[in-house]
């Protein structure tokens, strides 16, 4: 609550001491406002009338078709000008009176309790500094144009005279804005609240309905993915038939005849799956660098020390690039099937 009279009387004096700010100081509204020529004369006139307080509006009718008649006296009137208003207190005062100025601040103070209460109501965006802020100075835009721009447009005030209220109204608004929001939250609201009654109210709530539990999936079917390489090189390289052929029944031209169908589908299928290329792209027999750090892809032997830079290539090594063996999905009972016998239906 401490916080809520803070942001109120706070919001209050920024606004007020604004007010005095833009009328006394600031060039905002003494350039809209000016002295008639002949105040006297003017004055004597509108007391001639012998007018009580209200507010009277030239030219004027009551007569709601001489509004729509083009040829009405009022609406001849109303287009040769001139048009004006006047705001009449038939008893005087002091120009800043205690009243005048104990009256102004207490409206400002209305309206700035005002605004924290509907800070207070703003729900998650009220969360955010920014956004209350933003708010408040909203509503000084709102004031400012559905007031002021309404007696712009109905009311024939000057433009500049308006124009200087929306800007009067909103910096004001804006900055009283700052301080409200910094003081104030949603959250707020029930600090000054136990919080038994809500123990109580969410304690006498029905539990909710456990969601039903989803049935299991079905186990997906598995398989090594050595199973599907050796399936792959059988399939189109025919490679298990001729490692479990009894070779010694064949003479080694059959043999080498054989072996090199299969050794030309076995490499075109291990280049398709893996992009199989050399570490070393040299000659076997070639002197070449030994790079540092490398070891899982170089093996060394001989007699090497660290000083040795060189080394002769015995071999140029292999590396994947890529594995991208077939997926399978066939049921786990087909999964150790590396090739289906096939039988001719007689």
């Not at 104030?184 to 309905?209: C, D, M, R």
Request: aromatic fraction near 8%.
């Amino acid at each position: 609550m401490g916080r809520i009279i803070a942001a109120t009387l706070s919001g209050a004096v920024i606004y007020f001491v604004w007010g005095m700010l833009a009328w006394m100081v600031l060039p905002i509204h003494g350039p809209t406002v000016s002295a008639v020529p002949d105040e006297t004369g003017l004055r004597e006139a509108v007391i001639a009338q012998n007018l009580e307080s209200g507010v009277y509006i030239v030219p004027y009718t009551e007569d709601p078709e001489a509004m729509s008649d083009a040829d009405s006296e009022f609406n001849q009137r109303h287009l040769a000008g001139p048009i004006f208003s006047i705001y009449l207190s038939k008893t005087g005062m002091a120009p800043m009176g205690f009243n005048v100025i104990g009256i102004g601040f207490l409206i400002d103070l209305l309206a700035a309790a005002l605004a924290v209460g509907l800070i207070l109501s703003l729900g998650p965006c009220g969360n955010s500094y920014a956004c209350r802020v933003g708010f408040v100075t909203g509503l000084g835009v709102f004031v400012a144009i559905i007031g002021h721009f309404s007696y712009w447009n109905w009311m024939h005030f000057p433009l500049d005279y308006t124009l200087a209220f929306v800007v009067d109204v909103t910096i004001g608004w804006a900055l009283a804005g700052l301080a409200i929001a910094a003081l104030v939250k949603p959250t707020h609201l029930g600090e000054s609240q136990t919080h038994t009654p809500t123990v109580k109210a969410e304690s006498e709530k029905k539990p909710e309905p456990k969601p039903a539990p989803k049935p299991a999936e079905p186990e997906k079917p598995t398989r090594n993915d050595a199973i599907s390489l050796l399936a792959a090189l059988q399939r189109e390289a025919r490679f298990l038939d001729i490692v479990k052929e009894p070779l010694g029944d064949y003479t080694d031209a059959q043999v080498g005849a054989a072996a090199r169908d299969v050794l030309r589908d076995c490499a075109t299928v291990i280049d398709r799956l893996f992009k199989v290329e050399p570490i070393f792209g040299e000659e076997d027999g070639t002197e070449v660098e030994i790079p540092a750090g490398d070891a899982a892809k170089i093996r060394i032997t001989g007699n090497a020390s660290e000083e040795t830079k060189t080394g002769t290539l015995v071999h140029h090594g292999w590396q994947a690039s890529q594995c991208e063996l077939p997926k399978w999905t066939g049921t786990k009972e087909q999964a150790m099937v590396v090739a289906q016998a096939e039988l001719e239906a007689k």
